[in-house]
């Protein structure tokens, strides 16, 4: 990169925890986020656990107050991580020229509350019935005038250009699992040709909305619910599906001239990041050749060679067939490198998963270790890969490379070093 890069700041609301310092101990312990899903009544699903976040406040995050009401769950989890990011970078009010601030953030479609539906629905039903024609004068008269907003997904973005004054770049990606990927490719790239000095990036998402649920059946879910914490086992022989959750993870970006120039600690350096796209024609399976690419170009363009990479930090769905397809890649284009995978501590967070799965690697490179994969007990001959389970692993190169991937084809690889 012609601008040299860094990560100052880093924001964290998962299951494991919310912010930095709390993810990173109950990540490090070997805990599971994955729990009975107690926010809605689950007794007609199949599936009744996930990766759900119990203790999270957004009257502590949002500001002003009433900007809640115009906020889903989504936007408002991603608001309160990019303002602990910025609380972690040391950026205060007007520490950066406004116009040289941007953000961009990545974001899942959003569901619809169905506490914000319910009656509406309940006017348009009669005899258990549901009558259309009511439908339009029920809505006007039952909804929030600006229920829309709640469900856009750059409304995250927006909302926290305005609270932190960042008049600079700013956009949304909503690509899926790839979402805060591709959005943190953005940031950087933007940094990188000058036209802001500081950059919020990240994703948010919620898969545990029961409407999100409904939409995308529960088919490719485990169905351990009699032993919820150990459901999401990436890599592992005996996984049975993925595993639902929700967070959002927020990293600051800043070009390494303004963050000395400002006295900012360096968590990490960002080397490369590098997006790829396999075409998906019809019900074809995927085979990883976007992934591989990504994961070339990105290793390339760090200057790294195999041997210099500490670890990967895997997508790690935890579903037969994509774990399959990634460990192939990975091990096609590095070989026994060690490998991580979050997804097994936290569940699968949408298009927040990518950014809450990088900061464990930062923080790891941070103490010199890499964190490992709970719940990898059987190796699947399928998956060859080098799964790190048990325990931290030490003593391994102070670099890694985050990957992300979705069924729809797009991959993206990201290369990090830790601060010198």
Known sequence: MSREIVITGLGVVSPLGIGREAFWEQFQAGQSGIRPIT???????????????????????????????????EIQMGFAAADLALVDAGLTAGSVEPDRFGVVF?????????HDLESTYRRCSASGHFDFEKWGTAAMEELYPLWLLK???????????????????????????????????????????????????????????PTAIVARCEHDL?????????ASRPFDRNRDGLVNGEGAGSIVLESLEHAVKRGAHIHARLLAITARHEPVRGQQP?????????????????????RDLGHVNAHGLSTVAMDRVEASAIAAELGSVPVTAPKGSLGHLGAGGGTVELVASVLGLA???????????TPD????????????????????????????????????????
Request: glycine content about 10%; hydrophobic content about 40%; charged content about 20%.
């Open 39 to 73: 926010a809605f009544d689950t007794s007609a699903l199949e599936v009744k656990f996930g990766g759900q976040i119990v203790d999270f406040d957004p009257k502590l995050y949002v500001r002003p107050r009433k900007s809640l009401k115009v906020m889903s769950r």
């Open 106 to 114: 990545g974001s899942d479609m959003i569901y619809a509350d169905m």
């Open 151 to 209: 469900l856009l997904p750059n409304m995250a973005a927006s909302h926290i250009a305005i609270a932190h004054d960042a008049r600079g770049p700013n956009n949304s990606i909503v690509l899926g699992d790839v979402s805060s990927m591709l959005a943190i490719a953005e940031a950087a790239s933007v940094i990188e040709r000058g036209w802001a000095d500081v950059m919020i990036t990240g994703g948010t998402g919620c898969r545990l909305d």
């Open 222 to 230: 485990s169905h351990r619910n009699d032993d919820a914490e150990r």
């Open 286 to 306: 995927l085979t990883g050749s976007g992934l591989r690419a990504a994961i070339r170009g990105s290793l390339m363009k760090s200057g790294l060679e195999t």
């Open 367 to 377: 103490e010199g270790v890499v964190p490992p994969t709970l719940n990898y007990e």
């Open 381 to 420: 001959p399928d998956c060859p890969v080098n799964v790190v389970h048990g325990s931290p692993l030490s003593g391994r190169p102070r670099t890694a490379m985050k990957v992300n991937f979705a069924a729809t084809g797009q991959a993206a690889a990201m290369v990090i070093a830790a601060a010198e």
